[in-house]
């Protein structure tokens, strides 16, 4: 069966200042995922870093597999995390791996300053 890049929005844009997490995305057929992050506004000097992580079948908990550099202010252009077997890995941008499947997007915050972002993603098949 042939499938299409699905894609949809992980995190509203809004303004936030904590940790926050996406719901848990559930992958039946893809190789890998991109995720893209815009920040459009922030106050004083946040720093929040966005992580992808799978989840762990036999125990339920999380582990972090791939971690964007700080986002410390609005950007021009969206930050792009890939996952995607057979990529070349870039530090803090792509990973080379499949996409497992149960995933979520973390994003940490290291204050309690506002920046508005939202997370948006798209399954490569």
């Known amino acids: 069966m042939?499938?299409?890049?699905?894609?949809?929005?992980?995190?509203?844009?809004?303004?936030?200042?904590?940790?926050?997490?996406s719901d848990i995305q559930r992958n039946d057929v893809y190789r890998g995922v991109k995720v893209f992050i815009d920040a459009t506004a922030k106050a004083d000097t946040p720093s929040v870093t966005f992580s992808i992580q799978e989840r762990d079948p036999v125990g339920?908990?999380?582990?972090?597999?791939?971690?964007?550099?700080a986002v410390t202010d609005a950007i021009t252009a969206p930050v792009v995390l890939t996952v995607y077997p057979g990529c070349v890995a870039v530090t803090n941008l792509v990973l080379n791996e499949p996409l497992?499947?149960?995933?979520?997007?973390?994003?940490?915050?290291a204050d309690a300053d506002s920046l508005t972002y939202s997370v948006g993603y798209c399954y490569i098949v």
Do not use: C
Not at 60 to 69: H, N, P, R, Y
């Open 60 to 69: 339920g908990d999380f582990k972090t597999i791939l971690t964007s550099a």
């Open 2 to 21: 042939l499938h299409e890049n699905e894609q949809g929005v992980l995190l509203a844009s809004k303004a936030r200042t904590a940790t926050n997490y």
């Open 100 to 109: 497992p499947r149960e995933w979520r997007v973390m994003a940490t915050h």
